[in-house]
């Protein structure tokens, strides 16, 4: 199969070389700087020591020789670095167990003309991937790749979505074309290691300086060295990410085309939409046994259980069915983006869902649909779902001896707790992301109003228009401040240069005004037709009451919340390496912090 690349792909692709290109050309530049600043500390140091043989030359020579042969060494580490895949979650299949799998996985190998994956594992997740461990010589030699398969992916797709999936993932290395990926990804990942990945680089340094005092010298030098260097590393990180992320997009609209061809472009389309479906269903039933450690409770299959919730939750969507699988529509997936701002984020790898799908319709090639489940492919699918949820949860260090919840139990037990962390269908999603309005007031109501008007569909939406609107405000006002790499932008259908954006703020502002006051006025009427139901029913100062106590509640929820944020902000440097200065400095400025915590603890006992 041949597929010709776009415009844009041959423009994004030059621009990625000449990116590539000018970062070899400063690397050889820092590789000559350092070779020569080695050398020169080297005859520096045997200089010092000959001029006068004792142990403070000899000291001071051998520092000076040592902050060299650092700076040198920092800047060819790369040459030494293996990045070699955690596969301790994996499930390695070969073809004897899958016979079926490995055919259809044949198959696409050939359309695709590309090279079969070296192994083939099952994961956890619900996703699919191509991998290899990289080092820096992965540029020039011929590397086997390794193909994932997620066990929550199987279970919730046809044969024809999987196989559509998995020809995505192989359609990234079909051409030769998309090597140029492969060397903008490994540059990427030299210069990534050589500014972030230092940590046993600094421990060396730092082993040098304890020999001695003098030394200790020496290593702040080869860090003033590397600082610099480091400096100039992260602008050409910032130089070819940029590029790479923009190749990197316009190589998953390739695959896509890859995919297309092979499984069609239906396939894909559908799979994409229920993806975030089936994650959120299989993090659900995840979380649900979070909740059941104490019990030291565990599933005997899992994925039997995200099947059930994410029909379940379909279900409670009203989300229609197609071949025992939700058909989600892509109307469907962004029904709450209520966000007028448009900005072509440079820094993301991948397109959005719906870029892919316009895409995906564009092409509509048309291929004969496998609709039977994916999972029908694997000659005993449950016994593997046992397998794989088994080595899952061995990793759960229990109190005691663990027990599996029956599947019956478990769909009881998670209907009962959606049910009670779900708002009734009848309040249509306005309070699934606002709390009543605390600041209303009684008041008469003027003219007769009816439940369903409180909560139509147009109320919702100013909900969501809020809050996407205050969402918009933060990013103009990041875009102002430089924050954003970008050039333009689009807000609500009409362009903007970045230099702009300050002048549009006030306009969001006024907008988020006005949208507040149309919530606040119907909180206002909801309140007071709730007001008027309870006085109806003899209960009006109970139900002022517990108003009431709702919003004192949430305030101090609210404020509670914050002083968590603002806690766990305060002690991060506790997860990094700080200098001693800096550590006690930190631990002053939480002092205050840290009375306010106790004074909440104290609230909480006596309680």
Known sequence: MYIEVSQDFRKKTKAAVFSIAIFVFVYILLFLFTIA?????????????AAKPMFIT???????????????????????KKHINDRSDLTEIRRNDEPELFRMIDKIV?????????KVYLSYDVNASVFYDSSFWSMFLPIQKNLTIGMGLINTTTKQELKAILSHEFGHFS????????????????????????????????KFASISGYFSIFAALAFFFTGKIKWVLVKMYN???????????????HADEVAANIAGSLALEESLLRLELANNSYQNVLSFYDNRYSKNESSKNIYREQFFVMNFLAEQSEVESKNGLPNIQLSESGLFNKSKLNIENQWASHPSQKERITKLRSLNIIKEQDNLPAKNIFKNFQKTEEQITSKLFSRVQYQKQKTDL????????????????????????YYDNKNPDFTVKESELTDEISFDELFSKEKVE??????ALESDLKTVEAISKKEYAIKTFDYDGKKYKQTEAKTLIPTVKKAIEDIKEKIHQNDTVIYNYFTKKAEDHQKK????????????????????????????????????????EQIRKNFSDLKPLEEKLKYQITVFLSE
């Open 37 to 49: 600043l080695a050398l020169g500390c080297i005859a520096g140091g045997i200089a010092i020591i």
């Open 406 to 429: 029956e599947f019956e139990e478990f769909r009881s037990e998670f209907e009962k707790q959606y049910q009670k962390d779900s708002f009734d269908k009848i309040f249509n999603a």
């Open 58 to 80: 000899l000291m001071l020579g051998a520092g000076l020789a040592g902050t060299g042969l650092f700076v040198f060494f920092f800047i060819i580490k790369f040459l030494f």
């Open 239 to 253: 130089f070819v990410n940029i590029r790479h992320m923009a190749l990197s997009r316009e190589m998953e609209f």
């Open 541 to 580: 100062a109970d139900f002022i009451q517990l108003y009431k106590s709702f919003g004192e509640y949430d305030a101090e929820y609210d404020d509670q919340y914050k002083l968590y944020i603002d806690l766990m902000n305060a002690t991060a440097f506790m997860n990094t390496k700080t200098p001693f």
């Open 462 to 467: 100013w909900v969501y228009t809020l809050i």
């Open 110 to 118: 050939q359309e695709a003309g590309t090279n079969a994956p070296k």
């Open 175 to 206: 051409q030769r074309s998309m090597k140029v990926g492969s060397y903008v990804y490994n540059v990427n990942q030299i210069i990534f290691n050589l500014v972030n990945d230092d940590e046993s680089y600094r421990n060396s340094v730092e």
